[in-house]
């Protein structure tokens, strides 16, 4: 079974950073991605990265939010910076593997922004 461990989510003023982690036990992974959901709504797409780098933002994160990984360890990063009060959620990472059609999901890390 692959693992998703997740960190760096936290508490944050708007207009502030974060960085968010999320390291794969499993080294045959092509996309990986964060995807979140705040309370009352359904999870959405954040961003997406695929093992040859090719990258997908959400409209609303666009110019603030950059997705990258390193192959070597297996981890994808999210940095966020000019954080809004929108954009507290519940932050899940996700993994595709590259050769069988399984899906991952990471336990979810909470980033909250206050005004």
């Known amino acids: 079974q692959v693992q998703l461990v997740e960190s760096g989510g936290g508490l944050v003023q708007a207009g502030g950073s974060l960085t968010l982690s999320c390291a794969a036990s499993?080294?045959?992974?092509?996309?990986m991605a964060w995807y979140r959901q705040a309370p009352g709504k359904q999870r959405e797409l954040v961003a997406s990265i695929l093992k040859g780098g090719s990258t997908e933002y959400a409209d609303f994160v666009k110019g603030r939010f950059t997705i990258s990984r390193d192959n070597a360890k297996n981890t994808v990063y999210l940095r966020m910076n000019s954080l809004e009060l929108e954009d507290t959620a519940t932050y899940y990472c996700?993994?595709?593997?590259?050769?069988?059609?399984?899906?991952?999901w990471g336990q979810g890390t909470q980033v909250t922004v206050s005004s």
């Open positions: 996700y993994a595709r593997h590259a050769f069988v059609p399984y899906e991952y």
């Open positions: 499993e080294r045959f992974i092509n996309r």
